[in-house]
T-cell receptor, first 112, second 113 residues
């Protein structure tokens, strides 16, 4: 099956700095990579995703990059704000399957 | 659109009791996925269902756990004879099929005392 590793487990930055979270996956047949944000006590919410035929995708202050050869993908948040503080999960979807495999999450803390 | 509805939000059970967790998918979604979340362990897949069918239950313990998604009504995750180790947040998600863009419910936080 698929295995997704996520680093770091915690990340503390100052407001305005950039934050980068990295994930690796094991199954080269995986073709869809979403990122979810979960605030304390809330549901995970999809913030951005990327498919395997694209190398980079941006949406305002967030971007995701994908390196299929190395089987890793990253979330980049620029100009971080305190409201970006949350746990972020990466996930991978194997081709032909419908179930997402998630990383263990990164707790991002943005200090004012 | 009410989104994915889960209830109850919080559930306390004594050891040995049964827990029933309910999930109504988003309107138009016919695929439901259940995940368990433990601190520092992320979201672990349990079971994937369509109406009246279990598609993949590879992540669900063989003993005490069962799931269903009847023709009418919500999907149910049932845990019999709960133990302390079952304490966790249980999330369901739904989509139109394919796994692209799950929408999660707010979860049920089960505490076994």
């Amino acid at each position: 099956g698929e295995n997704v590793e996520q680093h770091p487990s915690t990340l503390s930055v100052q407001e305005g700095d950039s934050a980068v979270i990295k994930c690796t996956y094991s199954d080269s047949a995986s073709n869809y990579f979403p990122w979810y944000k979960q605030e304390l006590g809330k549901r995970p919410q999809l913030i951005i995703d990327i498919r395997s035929n694209v190398g980079e995708k941006k949406d305002q202050r967030i971007a995701v990059t994908l390196n299929k050869t190395a089987k890793h993908f990253s979330l980049h948040i620029t100009e971080t704000q305190p409201e970006d503080s949350a746990v972020y999960f990466c996930a991978a979807l194997r081709s032909g399957y419908s179930t997402l495999t998630f990383g263990k999450g990164t707790m991002l803390l943005v200090s004012p | 659109n009410a989104g994915v509805m889960q209830n109850p939000r919080h559930l306390v059970r004594r050891r040995g009791q049964e827990a029933r967790l309910r999930c109504s998918p988003m309107k138009g979604h016919s695929h439901v996925y259940w995940y368990r979340q433990l601190p520092e362990e992320g979201l672990k897949f349990m079971v994937y269902l369509q109406k009246e069918n279990i598609i993949d239950e590879s992540g669900m313990p063989k003993e005490r756990f069962s799931a269903e998604f009847p023709k009418e009504g919500p999907s149910i995750l049932r845990i019999q004879q709960v133990v302390r180790g079952d304490s966790a947040a249980y999330f369901c998600a739904s989509d139109e099929g394919g796994g692209y863009g799950y929408t999660f419910g707010s979860g049920t936080r089960l505490t076994v005392v």
